[in-house]
C-alpha cells in the first residue's frame, strides 16, 4: 500500500516553508555528494541527524528506509573490496581487500545514509500537494507539476484497480510460479491496469474541459518564510558553508 | 532500476541530469496540454507496475516496464517516468534529489528508444514478427537501462566494473521477464484497446 | 411545467459509437426553465451518452441541438455551453483530479478568468453551502465515498451553471448522505436532469420522469411512479407482477421495484 508515513506533523521542520526546506534539500544533497573528506561526511551525517530530530518522525518507519539504503550498501561492502587493485588491508584466503576500495566503499556509506536521512527530514515531511506547490512556486515549469499532482491524484485510485484486478485473479485459484501461465496472468493485469488508466484519463480530461479547462495550471496555495524560515535558511547555510569549509580545508 | 544517492560522481550526475533536462523538454513540448490527464494517469500506472513482484525461481523480481510506457508514450515517456521516480523518491525514498536526473535516463532513454524501434512493427502482419518486437522492446529497454546504470558507474569510478557487471548480470532474468511480459501484455492491448499504441492511426500507412 | 423557456432542445439526435449499434435514435427532448426532469432506464440505453452530447464531448451523428435558444455545434460553441450547464459525472473519482478539495473547487472559477482570491471565496462559499466548509485542505483521494460526491458536486455548483446534469448522483451513497443530498438538490434554483436507477431517489428529487426506450426518450410516456398495497397467498415470498398489457406485450415491466 502506497502511504506518506512522514508528511503530516506538527514539527519546527513540519511548519517551516517547504520552499525553503526544498532548496536546502537540494543543495545539502548536492555538497554531500560531492564532498569526500571524512570529516566533512561525518559532519553532514550529524547534521542530518539534528534535521530528523527537529521533524520527531516515526523511527521504525525510518529504520525501514535505512535499512533498503543500506542493504544495497552492504552489497557494495561485499564486491568492491575484493575487485580493486592496489595497496591490500588485509587477505582472506586468496583474496585481497584493497585499501582504496575500503575508503570508497566507507565515504559512499556515509554519503548515502546522510542524504537519505536529511532527505526524510527535509522532503518526505510534506505532502506532495505541497511538494508540487512549492515547485511551482520555485519556477519549475506548469506543466510538469501539473502532470507531477495528476500522477500523485491517480497514483492512489490506480493502486486500487491493481488490487481489485489481483483479488479476482486470486479468488479463482491463481498461485504465482514461475511459468509462462503466471507471467501471462501478470501481463493481462498490466495490460488492463493500463487500459483502465487510459480509459479513466479520458474521463478526466472530460472532466477539466467541462469545467472550462483553459491549457491553463493554477497554484492557489501560497508560503510564507516568516521568521522561522529566515532563521532556518540562516543556521542551514552556516551549516553548509563549514561542511564545505572543512571539506576545502582537509582536501587541500 | 535506479542507482542510490551519493554513489555517482559530480560530472555523472549532472550529466545525467543535463540529458534528463532535455528529454524531458522534448517529451513536454510534444505533450499537448489535452493529454497531461493521460500522460498522468500513464505515469500513474507504471508506477503502479512498478510495484508488483513476479516470482522468479526461489526469488521474486519487481516489474519496471518501461519499454512499455515508451511504446505507449514516445518522447512523453521522459517527463512521465520523471514524474514517476520523483514519487517514489518521496514516498520510499528510493533514489533522491541528485541521482534524479541518472536515474530518469537510465529509464526514460531507453524507452524512448524503444518507441522508434519497434512500434512501427507492432501492427505487422504476421503475428510472430509483432511478438518478436515486443519482447525485444521489453528485454531491450531492460538491458539498456543497466547499460546505463554500468556507464555512470564506470564514469565515476573505473574500478567500479565489478560492480557494473554485476548489475547488467543481475538483470538477466529480468530482461527475459519483462520481454515475455511486455510480449503478452501489447498482444493483450491490441486485443482490447489497439488505439492505445500511437502506432495504431499510423498502421495503414505501413 | 412548460411555462418556462427553453433551455436545452435535441431535435432528431442520433448518435452511435464507432463500430457499434446506435445508441440514440432520432432522439427529441425539451428541457425548459423550472423543469427538474427524471431519466430512468437499463443500463446501456443511452443516457450518459445524452449528457456528453449535450456537453459537446460527443458530436452527434445527425440532429440539431440547441442550447439557450443557440445552435451548439463547434467546439468553440461549447465553451459556452459547459460554462452555463454543469455536468456531475458519474465517478467521483474522475471529476475530482486535483489533489486538495479546495484546489478542485476552485478549478472552475479560475478557468473563468476569476481572480485567484476571487476563486478562493467561491470556493469557500460553494463548501460552506453544500456543509463541507473545514474540508478545503483534504485530500480528493482520501475521502469517503459520500464526501467525494458533494466534494465533486461542489465543483460544479462552483461555476454558477443555470442547469444541471447530474449522472446518477444518488448511487452507492449511505442513507444518510442520500438524504442529505437530497435535501440539497431540493433547495437548488438551477433546472436539472437526472439519471438515476433508484426510483426512491429520482421521485424525491424530480417533478418529471421519463424513460428510455430504444435510443428515445418517451416524452409521450410520463412515468408516474407509484406503490400498491395488496395481499395474495405466500405473498410474503419474492414475487414478481405482470400487468395485462405486459402479458399482453410478452414483455417485462418496464420497471419493477426490487
Given at each position: 500500500?502506497?502511504?506518506e508515513?512522514?508528511?503530516?506533523?506538527?514539527?519546527?521542520?513540519?511548519?517551516?516553508?517547504?520552499?525553503?526546506?526544498?532548496?536546502?534539500?537540494?543543495?545539502?544533497?548536492?555538497?554531500v555528494a560531492?564532498?569526500?573528506?571524512?570529516?566533512?561526511?561525518?559532519?553532514?551525517?550529524?547534521?542530518s541527524?539534528?534535521?530528523?530530530s527537529?521533524?520527531?518522525?516515526?523511527v521504525?518507519?525510518?529504520f525501514?528506509?535505512l535499512?533498503?539504503?543500506?542493504?544495497l550498501?552492504v552489497?557494495?561492502?561485499?564486491?568492491?573490496?575484493?575487485t580493486?587493485?592496489?595497496e591490500?588491508?588485509?587477505?582472506?584466503?586468496p583474496?585481497?581487500?584493497?585499501?582504496?576500495?575500503?575508503?570508497?566503499?566507507a565515504?559512499?556509506?556515509?554519503?548515502?545514509?546522510?542524504?537519505?536521512?536529511?532527505?526524510?527530514?527535509l522532503?518526505?515531511?510534506?505532502?506532495?500537494a505541497?511538494?508540487?506547490h512549492a515547485?511551482?512556486?520555485?519556477?519549475?515549469?506548469?506543466k510538469?507539476?501539473?502532470?507531477?499532482?495528476?500522477?500523485?491524484?491517480?497514483?492512489?485510485?490506480l493502486?486500487?484497480?491493481?488490487?481489485?484486478?489481483?483479488?479476482a485473479?486470486?479468488?479463482?485459484?491463481?498461485?504465482?510460479?514461475?511459468?509462462l501461465h503466471?507471467?501471462?496472468?501478470?501481463?493481462?493485469v498490466?495490460?488492463m491496469l493500463?487500459?483502465r488508466?487510459?480509459?479513466r484519463?479520458?474521463?478526466?480530461?472530460?472532466?477539466?474541459?467541462?469545467?472550462?479547462?483553459?491549457?491553463k495550471?493554477?497554484c492557489?496555495?501560497?508560503?510564507?518564510?516568516?521568521?522561522?524560515?529566515?532563521?532556518?535558511?540562516?543556521?542551514?547555510?552556516a551549516?553548509?558553508?563549514g561542511?564545505?569549509?572543512?571539506?576545502?580545508?582537509?582536501?587541500l | 532500476?535506479?542507482?542510490?544517492?551519493?554513489v555517482?560522481?559530480g560530472?555523472?550526475?549532472l550529466?545525467?541530469?543535463?540529458?534528463?533536462?532535455?528529454g524531458t523538454?522534448i517529451g513536454?513540448?510534444?505533450?499537448?496540454?489535452d493529454?497531461?490527464?493521460?500522460?498522468?494517469?500513464?505515469?500513474?500506472?507504471?508506477?503502479?507496475?512498478?510495484?508488483i513482484h513476479?516470482?522468479?525461481?526461489?526469488?521474486?523480481?519487481?516489474?519496471?516496464?518501461?519499454?512499455?510506457?515508451?511504446?505507449?508514450?514516445?518522447w512523453?515517456?521522459?517527463?512521465a517516468?520523471?514524474?514517476?521516480?520523483a514519487?517514489q523518491?518521496?514516498f520510499?525514498?528510493?533514489?533522491?534529489?541528485?541521482?534524479?536526473?541518472?536515474?530518469?535516463?537510465?529509464?526514460?532513454l531507453?524507452?524512448?528508444f524503444?518507441y522508434f524501434a519497434f512500434?512501427?512493427?507492432?501492427?505487422?502482419?504476421?503475428?510472430?514478427v509483432?511478438?518478436?518486437?515486443?519482447?525485444?522492446?521489453?528485454?531491450?529497454?531492460?538491458?539498456?537501462?543497466?547499460?546505463?546504470a554500468?556507464?555512470?558507474?564506470?564514469?565515476?569510478?573505473?574500478?567500479?566494473?565489478s560492480?557494473a557487471?554485476m548489475?547488467?548480470?543481475?538483470?538477466?532474468?529480468i530482461?527475459i521477464?519483462?520481454g515475455?511480459?511486455t510480449?503478452?501484455?501489447?498482444?493483450?492491448?491490441?486485443?482490447?484497446?489497439?488505439?492505445?499504441l500511437?502506432?495504431?492511426?499510423?498502421?495503414?500507412?505501413? | 411545467m412548460?411555462a418556462?423557456?427553453?433551455?436545452?432542445?435535441l431535435?432528431?439526435?442520433?448518435?452511435?459509437?464507432?463500430g457499434g449499434?446506435p445508441?440514440?435514435?432520432?432522439?427529441d427532448?425539451?428541457?425548459?426553465?423550472?423543469?427538474?426532469?427524471g431519466?430512468?432506464?437499463?443500463?446501456g440505453?443511452?443516457?450518459?451518452?445524452?449528457?456528453h452530447?449535450?456537453?459537446?464531448?460527443?458530436?452527434?451523428?445527425?440532429?440539431r441541438?440547441?442550447?439557450?435558444?443557440?445552435?451548439?455545434?463547434?467546439?468553440?460553441?461549447?465553451?459556452?455551453?459547459?460554462?452555463?450547464?454543469?455536468?456531475?459525472?458519474?465517478?467521483?473519482?474522475?471529476?475530482?483530479?486535483?489533489?486538495?478539495?479546495?484546489?478542485?473547487?476552485?478549478?472552475?472559477?479560475?478557468?473563468?478568468?476569476?481572480?485567484?482570491?476571487e476563486?478562493?471565496a467561491?470556493?469557500?462559499?460553494?463548501?460552506?453551502?453544500?456543509?463541507?466548509s473545514?474540508?478545503?485542505?483534504?485530500?480528493?483521494f482520501?475521502l469517503?465515498?459520500?464526501e467525494?460526491r458533494?466534494?465533486?458536486?461542489?465543483?460544479?455548483?462552483?461555476m454558477?451553471?443555470?442547469?444541471?446534469?447530474?449522472?446518477?448522483?444518488?448511487?452507492?451513497?449511505?442513507?444518510r448522505?442520500?438524504?442529505?443530498?437530497v435535501?440539497i438538490?431540493?433547495?437548488?434554483?438551477?433546472?436539472?436532469?437526472?439519471?438515476?436507477?433508484?426510483?426512491?431517489?429520482?421521485?424525491?428529487?424530480t417533478?418529471?420522469?421519463?424513460?428510455?426506450?430504444?435510443?428515445k426518450?418517451?416524452?409521450?410516456?410520463e412515468?408516474?411512479v407509484?406503490?400498491?398495497?395488496?395481499?395474495?397467498?405466500?405473498?410474503?415470498c419474492p414475487?414478481e407482477h405482470?400487468?395485462?398489457e405486459?402479458?399482453?406485450?410478452?414483455e417485462?415491466?418496464?420497471?419493477?421495484e426490487k
Amino acid at each position: 500500500m502506497i502511504s506518506e508515513p512522514f508528511a503530516l506533523g506538527n514539527s519546527p521542520l513540519h511548519r517551516c516553508d517547504p520552499r525553503i526546506r526544498l532548496v536546502s534539500a537540494a543543495v545539502y544533497s548536492f555538497v554531500v555528494a560531492l564532498s569526500h573528506e571524512f570529516q566533512a561526511l561525518a559532519a553532514a551525517l550529524v547534521l542530518s541527524m539534528v534535521l530528523l530530530s527537529l521533524a520527531r518522525l516515526q523511527v521504525r518507519e525510518i529504520f525501514k528506509r535505512l535499512a533498503v539504503v543500506n542493504g544495497l550498501v552492504v552489497l557494495l561492502w561485499l564486491v568492491i573490496p575484493f575487485t580493486f587493485p592496489g595497496e591490500a588491508l588485509f587477505r582472506i584466503g586468496p583474496l585481497h581487500a584493497s585499501r582504496q576500495a575500503i575508503v570508497l566503499a566507507a565515504q559512499i556509506t556515509l554519503k548515502s545514509n546522510a542524504i537519505l536521512l536529511a532527505f526524510i527530514a527535509l522532503v518526505a515531511t510534506m505532502p506532495l500537494a505541497t511538494l508540487g506547490h512549492a515547485l511551482n512556486q520555485l519556477r519549475v515549469p506548469d506543466k510538469i507539476v501539473h502532470l507531477l499532482l495528476m500522477t500523485y491524484r491517480y497514483v492512489f485510485v490506480l493502486d486500487q484497480e491493481y488490487q481489485r484486478l489481483m483479488r479476482a485473479v486470486k479468488i479463482r485459484g491463481f498461485q504465482p510460479a514461475t511459468n509462462l501461465h503466471t507471467y501471462r496472468t501478470y501481463a493481462y493485469v498490466v495490460g488492463m491496469l493500463f487500459v483502465r488508466a487510459a480509459e479513466r484519463a479520458e474521463r478526466v480530461q472530460q472532466a477539466m474541459l467541462c469545467r472550462g479547462f483553459k491549457r491553463k495550471f493554477y497554484c492557489l496555495q501560497e508560503f510564507k518564510a516568516g521568521r522561522g524560515g529566515v532563521i532556518f535558511s540562516l543556521l542551514m547555510s552556516a551549516a553548509l558553508l563549514g561542511i564545505v569549509a572543512i571539506e576545502l580545508r582537509t582536501a587541500l | 532500476m535506479h542507482i542510490s544517492e551519493g554513489v555517482l560522481s559530480g560530472p555523472v550526475l549532472l550529466s545525467g541530469a543535463a540529458l534528463a533536462a532535455a528529454g524531458t523538454a522534448i517529451g513536454l513540448k510534444k505533450l499537448d496540454y489535452d493529454q497531461i490527464a493521460k500522460a498522468g494517469m500513464l505515469s500513474g500506472a507504471f508506477f503502479v507496475a512498478s510495484l508488483i513482484h513476479v516470482p522468479l525461481g526461489p526469488m521474486s523480481v519487481h516489474l519496471i516496464m518501461n519499454g512499455l510506457v515508451g511504446l505507449l508514450l514516445g518522447w512523453a515517456a521522459f517527463p512521465a517516468i520523471l514524474v514517476a521516480l520523483a514519487l517514489q523518491a518521496v514516498f520510499f525514498q528510493f533514489g533522491g534529489i541528485t541521482a534524479l536526473g541518472v536515474n530518469t535516463t537510465l529509464m526514460a532513454l531507453p524507452a524512448v528508444f524503444c518507441y522508434f524501434a519497434f512500434s512501427p512493427l507492432l501492427f505487422h502482419r504476421r503475428p510472430l514478427v509483432v511478438l518478436a518486437a515486443a519482447f525485444g522492446c521489453g528485454f531491450l529497454s531492460v538491458f539498456l537501462s543497466g547499460v546505463i546504470a554500468s556507464m555512470a558507474l564506470m564514469f565515476t569510478e573505473e574500478n567500479f566494473w565489478s560492480v557494473a557487471a554485476m548489475v547488467v548480470a543481475a538483470h538477466v532474468p529480468i530482461m527475459i521477464i519483462e520481454g515475455i511480459v511486455t510480449a503478452l501484455c501489447v498482444v493483450f492491448l491490441k486485443k482490447v484497446q489497439p488505439s492505445m499504441l500511437p502506432a495504431y492511426s499510423r498502421k495503414d500507412g505501413l | 411545467m412548460t411555462a418556462g423557456k427553453t433551455l436545452i432542445s435535441l431535435i432528431g439526435v442520433s448518435f452511435s459509437y464507432p463500430g457499434g449499434q446506435p445508441v440514440l435514435r432520432n432522439l427529441d427532448f425539451n428541457l425548459n426553465s423550472g423543469d427538474r426532469v427524471g431519466i430512468i432506464a437499463p443500463n446501456g440505453s443511452g443516457k450518459t451518452t445524452l449528457f456528453h452530447l449535450i456537453m459537446g464531448l460527443l458530436k452527434p451523428l445527425s440532429g440539431r441541438i440547441e442550447i439557450f435558444g443557440k445552435a451548439v455545434r463547434e467546439e468553440n460553441d461549447f465553451a459556452e455551453v459547459r460554462r452555463r450547464i454543469g455536468l456531475l459525472f458519474q465517478d467521483a473519482d474522475d471529476q475530482l483530479f486535483s489533489p486538495t478539495v479546495l484546489e478542485d473547487v476552485a478549478f472552475g472559477p479560475l478557468n473563468l478568468g476569476k481572480p485567484k482570491d476571487e476563486a478562493i471565496a467561491i470556493a469557500r462559499r460553494t463548501l460552506t453551502f453544500l456543509g463541507l466548509s473545514g474540508f478545503e485542505d483534504r485530500i480528493t483521494f482520501k475521502l469517503s465515498g459520500g464526501e467525494k460526491r458533494l466534494v465533486s458536486l461542489a465543483t460544479v455548483l462552483a461555476m454558477e451553471p443555470e442547469v444541471l446534469l447530474l449522472d446518477e448522483p444518488g448511487n452507492g451513497l449511505d442513507v444518510r448522505t442520500r438524504a442529505a443530498l437530497v435535501e440539497i438538490l431540493r433547495g437548488l434554483d438551477q433546472s436539472y436532469i437526472l439519471i438515476s436507477h433508484e426510483l426512491d431517489f429520482i421521485t424525491a428529487t424530480t417533478n418529471t420522469v421519463y424513460t428510455m426506450q430504444n435510443g428515445k426518450i418517451r416524452t409521450d410516456q410520463e412515468l408516474s411512479v407509484h406503490q400498491h398495497v395488496h395481499a395474495h397467498p405466500i405473498g410474503s415470498c419474492p414475487h414478481e407482477h405482470c400487468t395485462p398489457e405486459d402479458a399482453h406485450r410478452a414483455e417485462p415491466p418496464l420497471i419493477t421495484e426490487k
